[in-house]
């Protein structure tokens, strides 16, 4: 069975799937079940995790989970959209190690908090960046 | 007694670096038992600037986020922007394409195979590899008038042309090369001290692989059969006969061997474009004119590891978001799992065995935490990787020659 399938039999209503052509994949979830699906993903589905990409929409925060789908040649992007007035996720950290530092660069660019992330300080940006300013905001 | 924790700095700033980092090591006697790095220091907000510049500009900009890999970037962002067009490139853009990127990846591997002899004390090695590495930007220079910076890269194909008459001239530098890579690739494998030095250091397993992300020639030495060439061919990857080369160990002996053995079958690559595109005429490009609104991903295998663009666009003629990830993002956190319980001597090639890294071990200082005195600065650090290297020699009873 393809991922898509998999995905799609495991959580049924709770994720929507876009595919703009057979080699991306789009799911859509809610930011509550966003731990269980990309557990699913990486650790069930044996996906590699590539990078996660934040962004500032007009009326809200989303982030992308990108993960490689590498027997089939597919890239499987997670979306979530969060809160404009307080975004906040959960850290993805304790099921991907690697994503410690993806989230600490959302957080300082964006202002994206991440709830129960180990060490969240500055990676790019110095020290003593004043608090409160996010080069990648927009709006 | 406890055991007293020295703090070893390495980094910030060298000029061969693509991305300046910091390395703090923890060590205790001669073993290091924690790493922890910052990077940052020459941020240079090529996402944000990418925002202002037009859809065309940005191939330009983002060459310039790295001057060994300068053309994967471009690579994997006209796959990108190609991926929200929904287009299909001409033939012949997609063989040019792939003799770039290939060139590209013999003049990198040696590179960095030229540091890593260096740091072992075999400056014969360093010489020898960058001698060789010469033609290859030759080569560079004739297709494209630039050693570095090709600009070849274009959205809907490439910017120029391979002239039928070059390709003779290329063909003979390639096979030139090939002979000296041969002899290259056969001497480390059969030589006794590299094995000593190298075999079971700084390894890396298929489960670290997994939980960092770890892509390039980094995870292939560690068995982890990935390579975005061949899961998800871009170019003309699918239209040439090649092979994935992975080896077992996940050691720095192996990160050297599939390199060197990458670049033999990066020039049978290139031979095999150059053949298809020989004699024949064709398009080198399909007109694009607007952007529609949307998203697009594209990835390109680049010399260290894949290379991941992610681009949207909102139908004007710049991109809203754009992020880029270069393979060292995800590699360098495996120096957590590879370093700790090495010891010192043999850190500067674990650090140099991923890649990005001898860039950072150029200024290096050893500091006694309490009384904050230098105890080593970093040509202390190369003395004692190539004073091991004299020891092994001695060892196994061979003449130590530099």
């Given amino acids: 069975m393809n991922a898509e399938n998999r995905l799609r039999e495991k959580f049924g209503e709770k994720i929507k799937i876009e595919k703009p052509n057979e080699k991306r994949i789009y799911v859509t979830c809610d930011k509550d079940d966003l731990e269980e699906i990309v557990k699913f993903i990486f650790r069930d589905m044996d996906a ?92 | 007694m406890g055991k007293k924790r020295v703090v070893v700095p390495i980094g910030p700033y060298h000029p061969l670096l693509e991305e300046p980092e910091y390395f703090t090591l923890y060590c205790e006697g001669e073993k290091v038992v924690d790493v922890e790095w910052q990077p940052g220091y020459n941020h240079r907000a090529i996402e944000k600037i990418s925002e202002s510049k037009h859809w065309d500009q940005v191939t330009f900009l983002i ?111 390639l096979s030139e090369i090939k002979g000296k890579l041969e002899m290259l690739t056969n001497a480390v494998l059969d030589d006794p001290v590299l094995a000593a030095r190298l075999k079971g250091v700084g390894i890396l397993t298929k489960e670290d692989v997994k939980n960092y992300g770890a892509v390039g020639p980094t995870a292939r030495a560690s068995g982890v059969n990935i390579d975005v060439r061949k899961d998800e061919p871009y170019a003309a990857y699918d239209l040439i006969e090649w092979n994935v080369i992975t080896c077992e160990n996940g050691d720095v002996f192996d990160k050297a061997v599939v390199r060197l053995l990458e670049c033999l079958e990066s020039i049978k690559i290139i031979e095999q474009c150059l053949d298809a595109i020989k004699g024949k005429k064709g398009e080198i490009e399909t007109e694009v004119r607007d952007i529609p609104p949307g998203e697009g991903i594209g990835h390109g295998e680049a010399p260290r590891g894949e290379v991941f663009h992610y681009i949207r666009s909102d139908g004007t003629n710049r991109p809203v978001r754009h992020k880029v990830r270069a393979p060292s993002y995800v590699n360098i956190p495996t120096f957590k799992a590879s370093c700790i319980g090495e010891t010192i001597s043999d850190v500067a090639i674990i650090l140099a065995g991923v890649d990005p890294c001898y860039c950072c071990t150029e200024r290096v200082s050893v500091y006694d935490m309490e009384k904050k005195k230098k105890i080593y600065d970093f040509s202390d650090l190369i003395k004692l990787s190539q004073e091991k290297t004299k020891r092994v020699c001695e060892e196994l009873g061979v003449k130590w020659k530099e």
């Fill in chain 1, 48 to 139: 590699r995790y590539i990078v996660a990409t934040g962004l500032q929409n007009f009326d809200n925060f989303e982030i992308l989970y990108h993960f490689g789908i590498d027997e089939e040649g597919k890239v499987l992007s997670v979306r979530v959209y969060l809160d404009k007035d307080k975004p906040e996720v959960k850290s993805l950290t304790h099921i991907i190690p690697g994503i410690a530092w993806i989230e600490r660069e959302i957080w300082e660019l964006l202002g994206i908090n991440f709830v129960g992330h180990p060490n969240l300080k500055h990676l790019l940006l110095p020290e003593d960046w004043p608090e409160g300013n996010y080069p990648l905001r927009k709006y």
């Fill in chain 2, 63 to 173: 060459e310039r986020i790295c001057g060994i890999c300068s053309t994967s970037h471009p690579i994997a962002y006209v796959n990108a922007v190609e991926d929200l067009l929904q287009i299909e490139i001409p033939e012949r853009a997609k063989y040019i394409r792939c003799i770039i990127a290939e060139l590209e990846r013999i003049h990198s591997h040696l590179l960095w195979f030229g540091l890593a002899g260096h740091f072992l004390g075999y400056n014969t090695v360093f010489m020898w590899s960058w001698k060789y590495r010469e033609p290859v930007l030759e080569i560079c220079e004739l297709i494209s008038g630039n050693r570095n910076h090709y600009a070849m890269m274009k959205i809907g194909g490439v910017r120029r042309d391979i002239e039928d008459e070059d390709i003779p001239v290329i063909k003979k530098k």
